[in-house]
C-alpha cells in the first residue's frame, strides 16, 4: 500500500476513534448527571387547581371548627374539622364519585376511616367515623371476624366497591379523637391539599383576627421596649409604636372565624418591612416529609408566647415550603432597626381562603437616650432556676428564676474560659438575658445584689453545638448508668445549642419501680425535624428495665429491653422531641373494670356493645393483645385510648340468651389479667 494512503487511513482510525471517545463521554455523562440529578418533589406534578366537590360530606346545614394548616403536636391539621353539634351517629356522604381506596378500623389516630379515590385522581379521606354503611361494613367485619382483631387496614383493588357522590357511606363519630366531628381531607399522592382552596366551598364573609404580634430579640444588642426577652403586643385597629433596637423575628397569633363561633387558622399570613416580604400560606403539605416543620412554623411549645403563634420568618439550613419571602438573605423576616433609623412601619397581614383580608401596622423607631421602660409581665414558672433556649447562630436566651427578692444588677450569662455575662431584664419573675455561648461554656451564672449584699449562683452545665450538617451525639456517666443521646444531620433549624443534665434516681410510682438515672437533653421546648436516638444501660441490676419518657407522668417508649452480659439493663427508642429520661421496671399489671352492655346513641345500625374499662399506670396497654372472648373465641375488640375502655361491637346483634365472656388485658412489659363472667340477651 503506499505510504500517503497508510497515513490516510490512519488518520481516518484516529479521527474515529476521537468521535467514538467523546461520544461515549458525552453519553456517559448525560448518564451520570441523570443518575445524580434530584427527583421531583411531590409537588413537581401537583395541580395548582381541582375541580369543586359534587356533595357536601354532611347534611347541611355546614359548620367547620378546625381548618387546613393548624398546629397540631407534631404535624400540621391537615384537613377540615365539621361540627355534629357533640352528636354521634350523622349521615356521613361521599363527596365525590370513585370507588374504596382504603378502609381502616382503629381506636388511635384517624379512628375509623375511609379513603375514596375518585375519578379525577385525587384521594378523599373521611375520619373519625362511628361505623360505616354497606357495602363497606360487610367487607370490613368479614376479615375482622375471620382474625379476631379489630385493628384493620384494608385496601380493595381498584372497582371493588364503586362508590357515587352523595352515597352515604358511614356514620359520624369520636373515634380515634374527640370529641364527636367529621375529619375531611383532600390529597393527590402524597400531598394533601387545603380543602377551601381545592374543592370545598363554604360561605364566608368574616375575615380574619389579628390578635398579637410577639416581637423575639435575636444577640446580645438588641432589644424590644428594653428588654432581651420576647415582647407580645395586642393589635388594635390604630397604629402602635413600639421602641425596638437592633435584630428582632416576629410571631404573629391570628385565628379566623370560616364559621359562625369558630377559631380556625388563616389562610396566609404575611409580614412587610423595609420593602421585604414574608408570607405563610396554607396550600398543601407533604405527609411524607413535611409534617415535623409545624414546630418551626408555629410555637407550639412555648419557646416565646403561650398562644401558638406562626412565625414570620424562616432561615436558608431549612425553608418550610409553606414560607415564602421576597428576600434572599440567610434569615428572611429579620427586622433590623439601628440607632439612626427614623421611625418606619411594619405591615401585618392575614387572609382567608375566601378572600377576605385584616391588616394591622406598628411603627418601629429606635430608643431616645436614657429612655426607660418598665418591666413586662411573664406567665409560667421554671422547673429550674436556670433554663437555655437557642436564639440566633451562637446566641441563646437565658432565664433565671432564683434571685434573692429586690434584687438588682442582676447579671445573667455562662461561664466559659471567660464568663460571658450580660445585663438582665426582669420578666414578672424571670430575668432574661440573651448571651453569645462562649468557649468551653460549662456553667450557667447569675450574679447581683440585694438587701443582703451580692450574691451569686452557679449550676454546672454540658453545651453541645449542633449543626444541620452532621450528626451529633450527646452522652454522659452516672453511677451504673450511661446514656447516649444521638441528633442525626439535618434534623436542627438552624446551628444551635443543646444541654445535657444528668439528675438522680426518679422516685418510685404506682407500678414503676426506677432502674437507673435520669438523663435531661435540653430546652425541652425545642423542636427536632427528625427522629433523635435515645440509648440507655444501666449495669449491675438483673431485672433491667424499659426506657420511659417524662410527659406530664413517665410514659413507656420502649416495650422490651436487652439483657446485658453483666446482668443489667439496656433499651433504645427513637423519639421526636428532647427531655428526661430513665429506666423503669414495670411491676404491676393492668386492672379490668366492670363489665357492662349498652346502648349507643348512633343512627347506625350496630347500636349494641359490650364495654369495660382497663387502666395501666406503668407501660401502658398492648391493644394488640387486649380483647373479649365471647362463648371461647376471640372477637375483634376496640381498644380506646383517650377513655381508656375496651368494646365489643358486633355489626350484628348477640343471639337471644346467655353468653360467657372473658377480658383479656395485657400490658407492653407481658403483664396480663383476665375476668370472666355472663351476660344475657333477651
Known sequence: MHPARRVGRARSWAWLGLIWFVSAAWLAGCQSRTASEPQPSPEAN??????????????PPIRITATFGEYRRGHFHAGTDFSTDHHIGKPVYAPASGDVQRVQASGAGFGNNLMIRTRDGRSILLA????????IASYLAAVQESTGRYEQTL???????????GQRVAWSGESGAGPPHLHMEIRFGDLAYNPLRFGLSVADSSPPLLHRVTLEPLDDSSYVRGSPAPRTLVLGAGTDTVVVQGRVRAWAAVTDAVSSGSRCAPYAVSLDWDGKQVECRFDRVAWDDQMPAVEWVYDGAGRVAFWTPIALWFGVDYHPTMMRSSSPAP????????????????????ADAAG??????????????????????????LAEHFELMPVDGPFV???????????????VGLQGKTPELRPASLEGNRWVAVVRVPLGASEFLATGRSAAGPWEERKPVRIFPVSPEQEAVLSADHD??????TVPAHSVFASTFLVLDTLKTPAATTGLAPRSAAFEVGPATLPILRPARVELKHRGTKDGGELYRLRGGWAALSSASDE???GGGEASASVRGLGRFALFQDEAAPRIGPVRSMRIPTLAPSRWALRCAVTDRGSGVDPSKTHFEIDGRPVPSEWDPEKATLRWRPLNHPAAGSHAYVVVAMDRAGHETRANGNFVIR
Open 46 to 59: 401537583a395541580p395548582d387547581s381541582l375541580p369543586p366537590l359534587e356533595h357536601l360530606p354532611l347534611d
Open 128 to 135: 373519625h367515623l362511628d361505623a360505616f354503611d354497606e357495602p
Open 155 to 165: 385496601t380493595p383493588e381498584p372497582g371493588r366497591i364503586p362508590i357515587t357522590a
Open 331 to 350: 434569615i428572611a423576616g429579620v427586622i433590623a432597626v439601628a440607632a439612626t433609623d427614623p421611625p418606619r412601619t411594619l405591615t401585618l397581614r392575614a
Open 356 to 381: 377576605n383580608v385584616t391588616e394591622r401596622h406598628l411603627v418601629l423607631r429606635p430608643p431616645r437616650a436614657g429612655e426607660t421602660f418598665p418591666p413586662a409581665n411573664s406567665r409560667g414558672r
Open 397 to 411: 436566651r437565658v432565664r433565671y428564676a432564683g434571685a434573692p427578692a429586690g434584687s438588682r444588677e442582676v447579671m
Open 480 to 485: 451504673e448508668s450511661s446514656f447516649a443521646f
Open 564 to 566: 446485658t452480659e453483666a
